[in-house]
């Protein structure tokens, strides 16, 4: 089992920025969580240009996000912006 850590750094929406130390593995199941939140973003983004009314279900879906993963999907929102 790998117990290597290294250091990931998070900024939130506010532009402050949060270091978490973490194993590896964590630090591949956040990449990997990080990639499927970009895709489903790219996905509601299409849907909500076919369909307004999606928009409901996007937020819905945001309400079960924790404040870590909050932080994340404002990020991703304000780089899609640029």
Same mark, same amino acid.
């Given at each position: 089992?790998?117990?290597?850590?290294?250091?990931?750094?998070?900024?939130? &929406?506010?532009?402050?920025?949060?270091?978490?130390?973490?194993?590896?593995?964590?630090?591949?199941? *956040?990449?990997?969580?990080?990639?499927?939140?970009?895709?489903?973003?790219?996905?509601?983004r299409?849907? *909500?240009?076919?369909?307004? *009314? %999606?928009?409901?279900?996007?937020?819905?879906? *945001?309400?079960?996000?924790?404040?870590?993963?909050?932080? %994340?999907? &404002?990020?991703?929102?304000?780089?899609m912006?640029?």
């Amino acid at each position: 089992m790998d117990k290597s850590f290294v250091t990931i750094e998070y900024k939130t &929406a506010s532009g402050s920025k949060i270091s978490v130390e973490v194993s590896t593995s964590v630090k591949e199941v *956040l990449e990997e969580t990080d990639c499927k939140i970009r895709s489903q973003g790219r996905q509601d983004r299409r849907r *909500l240009d076919n369909d307004p *009314l %999606h928009l409901k279900e996007v937020i819905e879906n *945001l309400k079960h996000l924790n404040t870590v993963q909050l932080s %994340h999907v &404002a990020a991703i929102v304000k780089d899609m912006q640029k």
